[in-house]
């Protein structure tokens, strides 16, 4: 079946620097999907990817869809205390119905 | 504001004995979810209704079940808690269309964390 591997699977990182996960499946999707889960809280979706080399931008956060549609990034520029959490993917299959998401990241800043 | 509600947000329960965990929207979607999701651990989808379609993940055990009994509602009943069902569970909505089924975002409730003890 599909598989989506997300890494790294912790990232600790001082204010101000910058970070980034990133997502491959083992299969061609026809999107994916990025959420953010703030510690104790759920997932919070973020921004969806559906075009091959797709890249969008949200202020600080830049996501990547890959050519191959197979993997994607997000990027945040100058991480801020409040971009603390689990940050995770989920890809659907071009030929599935089921959203599968990865292990996610979990991302930690020190102020 | 519309939401994904779910109810309680914590619940215990002994081992072996049911429990109902509820959720209800008022974004009016179409599609309800369930997922399980344990200590640092992804999201697991457990099954879904797409309208009154029910879909069930084949590797989620027959312990679970669900019902949709109209479009704002959504139970997960547990009929046996073991203390492995410990865990986070959310229920998430999402509105899609019959042409691009599931290419729409998940909109989650908060969760309601089951202890079983």
């Known amino acids: 079946g599909q598989q989506v591997m997300q890494i790294p699977q912790y990232q600790h990182v001082q204010e101000g620097e910058d970070f980034t996960t990133y997502c491959n499946s083992s299969?061609?999707?026809?999107?994916i999907q990025w959420y953010k889960q703030r510690p104790g809280g759920h997932p919070v979706f973020l921004i969806q990817?559906?075009?091959?080399?797709e890249v969008k931008k949200q202020k600080r956060l830049t996501f990547q869809f890959g050519e191959a549609k197979k993997n994607s990034s997000l990027h945040i520029t100058a991480t801020q205390t409040t971009d603390v959490g689990t940050y995770f993917c989920?890809?659907?299959?071009?030929?599935?119905?089921?959203?599968?998401f990865g292990e996610g990241t979990q991302l930690t800043v020190n102020p | 504001d519309a939401m994904v509600i779910q109810n309680p947000r914590y619940q215990v329960t002994q081992f072996g004995k049911p429990v109902t965990l509820s959720c209800s929207q008022t974004?009016?979607?179409?599609?309800m979810y369930w997922y399980q999701q344990k200590s640092s651990q992804a999201p697991k989808l457990l099954f879904h209704?797409?309208?009154?379609?029910?879909?069930n993940e084949a590797d989620t055990p027959d312990n679970f079940q669900s019902r949709r009994p109209n479009t704002s509602f959504c139970f997960l009943d547990i009929r046996s808690p073991g203390l492995g069902d410990a865990a986070m569970y959310l229920c998430?909505?999402?509105?899609?269309?019959?042409?691009?089924?599931?290419?729409?975002?998940?909109?989650f409730g908060n969760g309601t964390r089951l202890t079983v003890t």
């Open positions: 989920a890809g659907k299959e071009t030929s599935g119905s089921r959203l599968t």
């Open positions: 998430a909505t999402s509105n899609t269309g019959r042409r691009l089924p599931y290419n729409s975002p998940l909109h």
């Open positions: 209704y797409y309208d009154k379609d029910f879909n």
């Open positions: 974004l009016n979607h179409n599609v």
């Open positions: 990817l559906v075009k091959s080399g």
């Open positions: 299969t061609t999707l026809s999107n």
